[in-house]
């Protein structure tokens, strides 16, 4: 079995379908908010648009504010395109909604669907942000500037190279969105060298 067939293997063992019934709804009724009582607007629009304020550890806050102000600068300028932020959603748990679009940004590339690759790989590459802070989910030894140094580089090779494939995609540079593609990969690795997330919640969000 080729490299190819086996990819299409295991992409078709790990793929389900989900059917979703919708009843009609009087324009009249209003839709019931969810546990959390936070109501969104429509099943398109399924994050805030603000973070949620939290609570954090003494510890986490001390270790934040070592951060020199020039890094502290940079990460939000890094950040500033996500702008869709979870209730609800830990770390871990955004990581594998951005596996699950890179794996569709993969089998759109495989079939050369440019429209279907550039799709999941702009999601990607503005995924969801998590509950707290991202860096509420890095260990407490590792928030300080020599161990987040790395990041603007990795962003640049994941979340801009996810833009990158998207171009190329649409342009129907399928072998130039395929090699960046595998750039993007390798800048996963890498982060995943450095970081690891947890399951569950931040130990550092105590509201």
């Not at 989900?18 to 429509?42: D, H, I, L, R």
């Not at 986490?60 to 869709?84: C, D, G, N, S």
Request: net charge positive; charged share 25%.
């Amino acid at each position: 079995m080729s490299m190819k067939q086996k990819f299409v293997a295991a992409l078709s063992a790990v793929a389900f379908i989900s059917v979703t019934a919708v009843g009609s709804v009087g324009a009249a009724e209003e839709a019931k908010a969810p546990a959390n009582g936070y109501k969104y607007p429509s099943i398109e629009k399924t994050s805030a648009d603000a973070p949620k304020q939290h609570k954090m550890s003494p510890e986490f806050q001390a270790q934040v504010k070592k951060l020199p102000p020039e890094f502290i600068q940079q990460f939000k300028k890094m950040t500033a395109k996500h702008t869709r932020y979870s209730e609800d959603a830990t770390a871990r748990q955004v990581m594998m909604e951005l596996l699950s679009d890179v794996q569709c940004v993969t089998a759109g590339l495989m079939v050369e669907n440019g429209e279907m690759a550039a799709d999941c790989a702009v999601r990607a590459s503005r995924h969801r942000w998590p509950k707290g802070h991202l860096l509420a989910y890095v260990k407490l030894e590792q928030i300080n500037a020599d161990s987040l140094a790395a990041l603007p580089k990795i962003n640049g090779t994941v979340e801009g190279g996810l833009e990158r494939v998207a171009e190329m995609a649409l342009a129907k540079n399928f072998p130039g969105a395929g090699a960046e593609m595998g750039k993007v990969l390798e800048g996963c690795s890498n982060c995943h060298n450095l970081f690891r997330f947890g399951k569950g919640d931040s130990p550092y969000i105590v509201d």
